[in-house]
């Protein structure tokens, strides 16, 4: 993870942020095929995606400046108004994608170039570990990917260029390179048949 630690990235300085808020709308308009495009640009920042991004770097600024109280309160507003939450502890590296921000979370460290479809994310609740992004949360490299409804839990390790696929549950460690995919569902023939009635 290189480049997401490097000093030009310094989320602690208002120039690290602004540059960190830079390289999330220039990989959201390459995302949506306007890479050069300034008006598209103008149109891209206004999505909650982006929006969910923006006001976490800000908060994140504050936060590592000693501003707690109003790191909070900006990541509160920013959850209300994006439904995603990306609370101000979490550390997220350069060119990171939100596609649809409804039911997005973020929490622990995650590097580079980060893409999360939407309604999943990184969080807790396995255990209390601190294996370096705080008590109970993941440390994932640069280049993963998290498909729609994905979810990687608990204090474990995502390797550099890991992809995980729509509605899979992740709670061990992921070497690099790796696809994870879930277990295919079944179908029962019929078996509409005897579930219970909806009303």
């Known amino acids: 993870m290189a480049d997401s630690s490097a000093q030009a990235w310094n989320p602690a300085t208002w120039s690290g942020t602004f540059k960190l808020v830079g390289s999330d709308l220039d990989r959201l308009a390459m995302h949506l095929g306007k890479p050069h495009s300034r008006v598209h640009k ?8 982006f929006q969910a ?3 976490h770097r800000i908060a994140r600024r504050l936060l590592l400046g000693g501003w707690n ?3 909070r309160l900006i990541a509160l507003m920013a959850m209300y108004l994006t439904r995603a939450e990306l609370p101000p502890t979490s550390s997220i590296g350069p060119s990171a994608l939100i596609a649809h ?22 969080g807790g609740g ?6 370096g992004a705080g008590p ?29 696929g729509p509605g899979a549950l992740v709670t061990f460690d992921v070497p690099d390179g790796s696809l994870v995919l879930w277990d295919r569902p079944r179908v029962i023939k019929g078996g509409a048949k005897t579930a219970p009635p909806t009303q």
């Open 69 to 71: 109280f109003p790191a």
């Open 53 to 55: 991004l923006f006001w």
């Open 42 to 49: 103008c149109y891209f920042a206004l999505l909650p995606g």
């Open 136 to 164: 109970g949360y993941a440390v994932a490299g640069d280049d993963v990917v998290i498909a729609f409804g994905a979810r990687v839990l608990g204090p474990v390790r995502i390797g550099n260029g890991v992809h995980v």
């Open 101 to 122: 921000a409804t039911g997005v979370y973020v929490f622990g460290q995650v590097g580079a170039r980060m893409t999360i479809q939407g309604d999943g994310g990184f």
């Open 126 to 131: 396995f255990g209390v570990d601190d294996i």
